[in-house]
């Protein structure tokens, strides 16, 4: 299922970027966070979810990517494309808070003619609108910005990874804060400081919504009551390669493996259903084969793909990585990762240390999906 909601947004967002952003992975991070986010609303008084198009973007499946740092996207990227729905990368609230705009609606009213919420395609502060002054407690003040841990980092993803988001296979989510002075603040207080991180679109709740993620590990995941093992396989991967030349290949060569993707996702869903079979382990063990066949069928595409001339120029070869595709208990997923965020270490351990304290019944169709794919690949 080709994700449209993301392919259109980032043909616009890439389209929109000068040469001077193209230049500047910081820049190309900034930009790119100005695109997803609401301004708008923050020039209200109404606060709204700050991810624009929201509901255009939940009607696609996504895997989720978790605990991954910035400087594993790239990895994690080239691993999990085969696997993966639209893979969905986020920081949560990882690295520095990075300010995007800011307004005061008094002092705007006195320097533009435009009402606030008419703003369209906001890109960073204007020098019309003073700046964020929590010192003067008699003026309703706003400013809104993500975190982000290296705007380099993250810019070099997406200039690289950009024939991937242009087709809708990958996107990354950031976390928005907004932080604002009532007007009837007492200059003593302060300004007040809300994380935005509303379950309407947070990348938790992608992961509630989809009951699907991938994560890098160094080891299995230990398995208990709340995990339970589906399969193990060697994944096919090209090998060899940037970022850049690996979205470029798998872009052009995508037709090799859409079937093999499609075949996962279906199987997946088959899944949802075995979970709660009387003889769910016998019936996962049948579903994991048939994962296992469309992984070999694809593997021997991707040794035609790798042995083509262009794709040999530019020393990609045929590689694999060692995955495990385990179920894991929603509910306990879920709080763990709102509780070490999205990028948080040590979901594995956390898990293992509840299923050792935590004894209630586990209700039925609370499953979800997790490819723990190896940190370490090989070259065939």
Not at 174 to 197: A, H, I, K, N, W
Not at 269 to 276: I, V
Not at 318 to 342: C, D
Not at 348 to 357: E, G, P, R, T, Y
Request: contains cysteine; charged residues 25%.
């Amino acid at each position: 299922m080709e994700n449209r909601a993301v392919a259109r947004h980032m043909h616009k967002y890439f389209k929109r970027l000068t040469a001077e952003e193209r230049s500047d992975p910081v820049l190309a991070a900034r930009k790119y966070a100005n695109s997803l986010i609401n301004a708008n609303d923050y020039c209200s008084a109404e606060q709204r979810p700050p991810l624009a198009h929201l509901a255009r973007f939940k009607k696609y499946p996504y895997h989720i990517g978790l605990e991954t740092t910035g400087r594993e996207f790239a990895t994690l990227t080239k691993r999990a494309t085969l696997v993966s729905d639209t893979l969905l990368l986020s920081h949560g609230t990882e690295g520095d808070y990075r300010r995007l705009g800011w307004i005061s609606d008094s002092r705007w009213r006195d320097q533009s003619e435009r009402d606030p919420r008419e703003i369209d395609d906001w890109d960073g502060p204007s020098t019309r609108v003073p700046p964020f002054d929590p010192g003067n407690p008699g003026l309703h003040e706003k400013e809104w910005g993500f975190y982000c841990p290296s705007l380099e980092s993250l810019g070099t993803w997406l200039l690289e990874s950009e024939p991937l988001l242009r087709a809708g296979l990958a996107w990354h989510l950031p976390t928005f804060m907004v932080r604002y002075q009532p007007e009837d603040c007492p200059e003593s207080t302060g300004p007040s400081q809300y994380l935005l991180s509303a379950r309407d679109y947070d990348a938790v709740d992608f992961l509630v919504t989809d009951g699907r993620a991938v994560n890098l590990t160094d080891t299995k995941p230990v398995l208990n009551r709340l995990v339970r093992p589906i399969l193990e396989v060697d994944i096919p991967m090209l090998e060899g390669v940037g970022l850049r030349d690996f979205a470029r290949i798998t872009v052009e060569e995508f037709d090799s493996y859409a079937a093999t993707r499609d075949l996962i996702r279906r199987t997946l869903l088959d899944m949802d259903s075995a979970m709660d079979d009387v003889q769910s382990d016998i019936a996962l063990a049948k579903l994991g084969i048939d994962i296992r066949d469309g992984v070999r069928e694809v593997q021997a595409q991707m040794s035609q793909v790798a042995r083509h001339r262009a794709v040999r120029a530019s020393g990609a070869g045929l590689g694999s990585v060692a995955a495990v595709l385990v179920a894991v208990y929603g509910p306990a997923l879920t709080a763990v990762v709102s509780a070490l965020g999205v990028g948080g270490m040590g979901v594995w351990q956390v898990l293992q240390a509840s299923a050792d304290h935590d004894t209630r019944s586990l209700r039925k169709r609370e499953w979800y999906f997790v490819w723990a794919l190896s940190k370490k690949s090989y070259r065939a």
